[in-house]
C-alpha cells in the first residue's frame, strides 16, 4: 500500500532527512536553535538543482531577465522608504505568566495555550532582525537583515536599466536568503526565520500589467509541475482584497496540499508602481523609463513571481515520501519506503553497487563509476556503495531518491553487462556495458517527462 502526501508524518519525514543527509537540525550539538535548518550532503544537491532549475526557466530561457545579487544589508532608509520599519509587524500577545508569546491572529483561545495563563493585550511586533553597522550599538548605526529579496532590485532599477540599455518590459531576478523575526514558526522547514528566495521584479508598462501578471502565473504553475509535484496538489488562489499587502493591487499565491493543509510556495503579485515611486520621492532620483510612443517618463508597475526555496523543497519531499507494503525474496512482508523525486531534482541520479566487495568486481565497477563521472553524455550525479547486503543497498538508494541502480555481479565479468534497477518499478534489466551511457540518458529522460 503507498502512503498519501497528506497523511506523511512530518516527524518520520525529518527523521529521513538527517538520517540520509537532507536536512539537520542547525546547532543540534548544543541542543538545537529554534526554527533553524542546515542542509546535509544531498540536501545541498537537491538545492542546487532547484535554483539551476529556477534559473533556467525564469531568467536563461527568458528574453528580457536579467540577474542581479543584491546585498543582505542594506541602507536604513530602502526600509523606512517600503514601509516595511512602520507596517511589516504582526499582532503579538504574551502570557503574563509564562512569557510564551504568540500570534494574536492564530490564536483560537484567550488563555496560554502553554499554561492557561492570563494573555496580555495585542501590540505590534517587527518581524525585521536588527543590526548594527560598525563598534556603537547605537540608533544612528542601526540596520537590519533584509526580510525580502525584493528591494535590492528596485533600488538597482536604473543601473541595470542603464546597463542592459532597454525600456520595460524586462524583469530582473535573483536568489538569496532573507530574513524574518517570526513569532510562529514550524511544520519542519515550512516557516522559519532565515529562508532563501528565488525572486523577480518584472517591470511593464502601466497598461500591461494584467497580461503579465497572468503570464507569470502560469509560467509559475507549470514550472511546479515540471518539478514532479502533482496538479491535484497544486491551487492558484487570488488574494482578497482586504488581505492584500499595502503595495499589492493584486495577488496570486499557489499552494501546496501539505499534510496540515493548504500552504503558500509561491506568490505572484502585482505591486503596482508603489516602491519605485516611494524610492524616487525619498531619493531624488527619478527611477522611470522614457516612452518614445507618448514622449513622457513613465514608471513602470511591477509583477513579481516569488518562490521560498525551502518551501519547494519541503513540497517535494512530501510530494516524494512513499511507503510501500512488499514482500521481500524470502517471503517476508516489509516496508519500502523511498522518495519518488524525479530525475531533475534528485541528488543522486546513478548509484553503482558491485555485488561483492572482491576486487575483480570493484575494479570493473569503479571503471563503469569513473566512466559516468566523466561523461560529457550522461552528465549524473553518481553514487559508489560497496557497504552491507545489495538488498540493504537497494533500500538506501530508495530513501535518499536515486532513480537508478546499476548492479555490478560475477556475470558481468564474463559478458561484460550490468543490471540496471529502476526505483520505482523495481524493474531490473541487462545492460551491455558498452550502451550504458545511452541506456542511462533514455530512463532518467522518460521518468524526467512522466
Given at each position: 500500500?503507498?502512503?498519501?502526501?497528506?497523511?506523511?508524518?512530518?516527524?518520520?519525514l525529518?527523521?529521513?532527512?538527517?538520517?540520509?543527509?537532507?536536512?539537520?537540525?542547525?546547532?543540534?550539538?548544543?541542543?538545537?536553535?529554534?526554527?533553524t535548518?542546515?542542509?546535509?550532503?544531498l540536501?545541498?544537491?537537491?538545492?542546487?538543482?532547484?535554483?539551476?532549475?529556477?534559473?533556467?526557466?525564469?531568467?536563461?530561457?527568458?528574453?528580457?531577465?536579467?540577474?542581479?545579487?543584491?546585498?543582505?544589508?542594506?541602507?536604513?532608509?530602502?526600509?523606512?522608504?517600503?514601509?516595511?520599519?512602520?507596517?511589516?509587524?504582526?499582532?503579538?500577545?504574551?502570557?503574563?505568566?509564562?512569557?510564551?508569546?504568540?500570534?494574536?491572529?492564530?490564536?483560537?483561545?484567550?488563555?496560554?495555550?502553554?499554561?492557561?495563563?492570563?494573555?496580555?493585550?495585542?501590540?505590534?511586533?517587527?518581524?525585521?532582525?536588527?543590526?548594527?553597522?560598525?563598534?556603537?550599538?547605537?540608533?544612528?548605526?542601526?540596520?537590519?537583515?533584509?526580510?525580502?529579496?525584493?528591494?535590492?532590485?528596485?533600488?538597482?532599477?536604473?543601473?541595470?536599466?542603464?546597463?542592459?540599455?532597454?525600456?520595460?518590459?524586462?524583469?530582473?531576478?535573483?536568489?538569496?536568503?532573507?530574513?524574518?523575526?517570526?513569532?510562529?514558526?514550524?511544520?519542519?522547514?515550512?516557516?522559519?526565520?532565515?529562508?532563501?528566495?528565488?525572486?523577480?521584479?518584472?517591470?511593464?508598462?502601466?497598461?500591461?500589467?494584467?497580461?503579465?501578471?497572468?503570464?507569470?502565473?502560469?509560467?509559475?504553475?507549470?514550472?511546479?509541475?515540471?518539478?514532479?509535484l502533482?496538479?491535484?496538489?497544486?491551487?492558484?488562489?487570488e488574494?482578497?482584497?482586504?488581505?492584500?499587502?499595502?503595495?499589492?493591487?493584486?495577488?496570486?499565491?499557489?499552494?501546496?496540499?501539505?499534510?496540515?493543509?493548504?500552504?503558500?510556495?509561491?506568490?505572484?503579485?502585482?505591486?503596482?508602481?508603489?516602491?519605485?515611486?516611494?524610492?524616487?520621492?525619498?531619493?531624488?532620483?527619478?527611477?522611470?523609463?522614457f516612452?518614445?510612443?507618448?514622449?513622457?517618463?513613465?514608471?513602470?508597475?511591477v509583477?513579481?513571481?516569488?518562490?521560498?526555496?525551502?518551501?519547494?523543497?519541503?513540497?517535494?519531499?512530501?510530494?516524494?515520501?512513499?511507503?510501500?507494503?512488499?514482500?521481500?525474496?524470502?517471503?517476508?512482508?516489509?516496508?519500502?519506503?523511498?522518495?519518488?523525486?524525479?530525475?531533475?531534482?534528485?541528488?543522486?541520479?546513478?548509484?553503482?553497487?558491485?555485488?561483492?566487495?572482491?576486487?575483480?568486481?570493484?575494479?570493473?565497477?569503479?571503471?563503469?563509476?569513473?566512466?559516468?563521472?566523466?561523461?560529457?553524455?550522461?552528465?549524473?550525479?553518481?553514487?559508489?556503495?560497496?557497504?552491507?547486503?545489495?538488498?540493504?543497498?537497494?533500500?538506501?538508494?530508495?530513501?535518499?531518491?536515486?532513480?537508478?541502480?546499476?548492479?555490478?555481479?560475477?556475470?558481468?565479468?564474463?559478458?561484460?553487462?550490468?543490471?540496471?534497477?529502476?526505483?520505482?518499478?523495481?524493474?531490473?534489466?541487462?545492460?551491455?556495458?558498452?550502451?550504458?551511457?545511452?541506456?542511462?540518458?533514455?530512463?532518467l529522460?522518460?521518468?524526467a517527462?512522466?
Amino acid at each position: 500500500m503507498t502512503s498519501l502526501n497528506n497523511q506523511i508524518d512530518l516527524e518520520e519525514l525529518a527523521s529521513l532527512a538527517k538520517r540520509r543527509g537532507f536536512v539537520f537540525q542547525s546547532s543540534e550539538i548544543y541542543g538545537g536553535l529554534a526554527s533553524t535548518w542546515d542542509y546535509g550532503p544531498l540536501g545541498v544537491e537537491l538545492k542546487r538543482k532547484v535554483k539551476e532549475l529556477w534559473w533556467n526557466q525564469f531568467v536563461i530561457k527568458q528574453e528580457h531577465v536579467f540577474g542581479l545579487d543584491s546585498s543582505i544589508i542594506m541602507h536604513p532608509k530602502v526600509w523606512d522608504v517600503s514601509g516595511h520599519t512602520s507596517n511589516f509587524s504582526d499582532p503579538l500577545v504574551e502570557c503574563k505568566q509564562c512569557n510564551h508569546r504568540y500570534r494574536s491572529d492564530q490564536l483560537n483561545t484567550t488563555v496560554c495555550p502553554n499554561c492557561s495563563g492570563e494573555l496580555s493585550e495585542p501590540r505590534l511586533f517587527n518581524l525585521m532582525f536588527k543590526t548594527f553597522l560598525g563598534p556603537v550599538e547605537d540608533n544612528t548605526n542601526t540596520a537590519y537583515l533584509r526580510p525580502e529579496t525584493a528591494q535590492g532590485i528596485f533600488v538597482n532599477f536604473l543601473n541595470v536599466k542603464h546597463t542592459i540599455n532597454r525600456n520595460p518590459p524586462f524583469g530582473i531576478a535573483q536568489i538569496g536568503k532573507s530574513f524574518r523575526n517570526e513569532i510562529t514558526t514550524g511544520n519542519f522547514i515550512f516557516r522559519t526565520r532565515e529562508f532563501e528566495m528565488m525572486e523577480m521584479e518584472f517591470f511593464v508598462p502601466p497598461e500591461e500589467d494584467e497580461k503579465w501578471l497572468n503570464y507569470w502565473v502560469t509560467d509559475a504553475f507549470n514550472w511546479y509541475l515540471k518539478l514532479g509535484l502533482s496538479k491535484n496538489k497544486l491551487r492558484i488562489r487570488e488574494h482578497d482584497k482586504n488581505e492584500l499587502a499595502h503595495y499589492a493591487k493584486a495577488t496570486h499565491d499557489i499552494e501546496y496540499l501539505f499534510p496540515w493543509g493548504w500552504g503558500e510556495i509561491a506568490g505572484i503579485a502585482n505591486r503596482t508602481n508603489y516602491d519605485l515611486v516611494a524610492h524616487s520621492d525619498q531619493s531624488g532620483k527619478e527611477l522611470s523609463y522614457f516612452d518614445e510612443a507618448t514622449k513622457q517618463h513613465v514608471i513602470p508597475y511591477v509583477i513579481e513571481p516569488s518562490f521560498g526555496l525551502d518551501r519547494v523543497i519541503m513540497a517535494l519531499l512530501i510530494e516524494a515520501y512513499t511507503q510501500e507494503d512488499l514482500v521481500n525474496s524470502k517471503g517476508k512482508q516489509e516496508t519500502r519506503t523511498s522518495l519518488k523525486l524525479s530525475p531533475l531534482v534528485a541528488p543522486v541520479q546513478v548509484a553503482i553497487l558491485p555485488l561483492s566487495k572482491k576486487e575483480v568486481l570493484s575494479k570493473l565497477a569503479r571503471e563503469i563509476y569513473t566512466n559516468l563521472k566523466s561523461s560529457e553524455i550522461v552528465k549524473p550525479l553518481v553514487y559508489y556503495d560497496e557497504t552491507q547486503s545489495i538488498g540493504r543497498r537497494y533500500r538506501r538508494q530508495d530513501e535518499i531518491g536515486t532513480p537508478l541502480c546499476i548492479t555490478v555481479d560475477f556475470e558481468s565479468l564474463e559478458d561484460q553487462s550490468v543490471t540496471i534497477r529502476q526505483r520505482d518499478s523495481m524493474i531490473q534489466t541487462r545492460v551491455s556495458v558498452n550502451i550504458l551511457e545511452e541506456e542511462i540518458v533514455s530512463l532518467l529522460s522518460n521518468k524526467a517527462q512522466s
